[in-house]
């Protein structure tokens, strides 16, 4: 006779989701507007002394968190359920605060537009993060190469515009990776530069396209954005704007693995197919029914197969849906691989999975995925944002409970993200505390 022994559930020590695993999901799920399309875009606002409007923005723990960084430079910050208002006319600093900045890698969006406004700015180098080092290199190449000096002291990098004007001046900058922040800083430190400006080797995610449509809506001039050259011709001003962010698309692509993993049919909406290519290619190799409808898609799911992934800058497959993606494949028919080449730590799910009963095997920054028939309820920890929303996927495909923790991740990425899928048939419990 063997003895089981089952940990009782004892006092709650960290918010977590209870997930009866099991159900059938059914009906539409909203997505929200782009986190990382909406962190750099109220950046923006630093490039403007006139109101800037957002709207479709996420109720988002960043969002806040870039609110409160914009509100100590000064900004007039006003925000709603999904729209935020930002008045810049005014910048009493051109150094976000140290605590302020270390919660919040994204806050180092602002070094750009404060250059390029203020000629002058000093933000605290953002700390690495649990899936890499996430340096900045590129981005102080390039504002170098803009005629900024830039020092990197303590921890704070300190840039200045030396002489009179204080005004960046356009040059040809080729980054030596297409980094995603390094192209949306030169961006907008170029806006208002002296001159032309040639990012070559820039990055293609849609969310640097939402960008250049932005500063080009506040009077900017910038074309290329979605191919790897840009070109921005600096202004002398900009002004404001009433702009609207793009659909998150990892999020959809989130949502459409929560139906592929419970072998449902969901419809998500909206979704912009071309922001989720490589993501529908798979899905459709691993044999779920897709169907667009203009607006959203549904998908249809009833049984799974085996499909490689290797993640790559956009076009490719997005590094942020490899964990949401890998669960799904844990319970797939057959033998998947899926490579991480983009963040060098970004495989710390594979344990928590295993946890529930997956099969994976790990080499380097490859894991080999035996499907298995079902995984188990159990206790486990999301490690990072989409970690953690892959850690709920498996538990919404899982025979039992499964508790996650880690809802501090979970909650900077995904707006009300229990209360969507329970509104789709899930049953998930918050428990605090
Ligand atoms: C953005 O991060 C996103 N964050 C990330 O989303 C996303 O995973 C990433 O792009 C890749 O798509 C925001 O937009 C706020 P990168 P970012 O600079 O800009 C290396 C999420 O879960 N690199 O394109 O920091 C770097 O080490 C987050 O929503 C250099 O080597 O990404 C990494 O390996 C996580 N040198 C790779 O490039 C540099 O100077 C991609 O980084 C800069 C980056």
Redesign the pocket.
Known sequence: MTLTVVPTPTSIVAPQLEITGGRRLSGEVRVSGA???A??LMAACLLSRDTLRLTNVPPLT?IAGMGEILTALGVRVRRGQDWVELDASHLSQSTPPYELVNSL??SF?CIGPLLARLGMAKVPL?GG?K???????????GLKTLGAQVSIEHGVVSAAVPGRSQRLTGGRIH??????????TLMMAAALADGETVIENA?L?P?VVDLAGLLNAMGGRVLGAGTPTIVIDGVERMHGADYAVIPDR?EAGTFLLAAAITRSALRVTPVIPEHLGAVLTKLVDAGCELIPDGEGMTLRASHIQAVDLRTQ??PGF???LQAPFMSVLATAQGTSMVVEN???NRLQHVAELQRMGADIRMQGNTALVEGVARLSGAPVQGT???ASAAMVLAGLAADGITTVQGLEFLD??YADFEGKLNAVGASIRRLEP
Do not use: M, Q, W, Y
């Not at 899936?131 to 190449?141: D, N």
């Open positions: 986190k990382n399309s962190l750099v960043d890698r994204a969006f953002p993060c899936i890499g080092s996430r340096p900045v290199i590129e981005h102080v190449k980054l030596e990776c297409p980094s995603v922040g390094a192209t949306e990055a995610e969310e990892i800058p956009f997005p590094t942020d983009i963040f060098e990072d944002l989409r900077r990425g």
